[in-house]
């Protein structure tokens, strides 16, 4: 029993830390209230989005290499100190150089968050229970990522400003880190070997890593979409204005919280495979009905689909590719750098709308992304434990 105390004593603060991870999906309903704001296109709206996650092509594996050093613990609270001051920035001056510094500052912390936090888990639960126990983790993200919206929406009404998201966001991170800081989690000792950028990527050297690598970019892009991308179907389609049409990003993040909470149960019973199918499944379904769908209900519900199927995606993959190597502080580095996906796949969104003249090239680029992820079904079973 005192085991057991123990062990949810340490699992608290690192569940507080995976909320705190949420806080860079805020990035979605921001960027849609930065374009009216500033009255920008689609494409230069998206391309703020790059200042999120192009840091995960720069940061995730140089991550990897840290925490060898100065352990997975420290590296963690590195990531909430500079989420913090990327929380409060907004709130204190407000313009497009302010938005890209403070995007900036979310994209860095989250990605020493992505690397360091979910390795961290390893060192308090068993190799066997990783897939449940990450799944958990991005339910608990996905809360903060279904609550910004609500909050912004409901800071305009009642105050007129939807940046009070920023400071309640900031007291919570600070928390988040005292907590984790006063919390003793036992880590292996650092290796007297050292990791390079060249060992890292060297690991691509393996075809199932390659594979899954790119299953990550594409499930982020997918992700990155929705959030940017579920307002503006309403716009478009429906004449919603913005302030009704931002809970779409509140919908598809309540599915994907319920998808990580269902998939925490489905994954400790159910094989790996069979529950990265049905999720695919899922997700196509809820795309191919945006090439249709011309009513809200019908936008919710593809939004929902996709909402609950993208919401394993994620941890299915990360704990397959951390199964295929004893290097898994690397490994973890490599696969977050796939996150770069969300810096890549929104502007080509961006650039495909604005092309196109609608909101179906968007539609059309993630069609591509659940194609690779319908391709990778026949490819997981081959690390599935």
Known sequence: MNKNVTIVSRIIPVMMAF???GFVDLVGIATNYVKSDFSLSDMAANSFSIMVFVWFLVFSIPTGILMNKIGRKKTVLISLIVTFLGLIIPFAIYDKTSMIV?????????????????PLLTNIISDKKLPSYLTMGQFIKAIASLIAPVIATQAIIYFGNWKLLFPLFAVICLIAAVYLFFTDIKEQAARETSSSFLKCISLLGNGMVFLLFAGILVHVGIDVGMNITAPKLLIERIGLPLSEAG??????????TFGCFAG???LARFSVRKVFIMSVLLILAGILSFYISNSTIAIYTGIALVGVGNSNVFPII?????????????????????????AIFP???GFASDSIGSQTGTVIVLTICIAYLVFLISKIKAVEK
């Open 318 to 342: 990360f704990s397959n590719a951390l199964s295929l190597t004893t290097q898994k502080n690397e490994m973890s580095g490599l696969m977050v750098m796939g996150i770069a996906g969300g």
């Open 19 to 21: 909320f705190t991870m």
């Open 247 to 256: 809970y779409a990003t509140s919908i598809y993040f309540l599915f994907r």
């Open 264 to 266: 925490t149960f489905f």
């Open 347 to 349: 502007v080509l969104m």
């Open 102 to 118: 403070s995007f900036s500052l979310l994209g860095i912390g989250n990605t020493l968050m992505q690397v360091s936090l979910n």
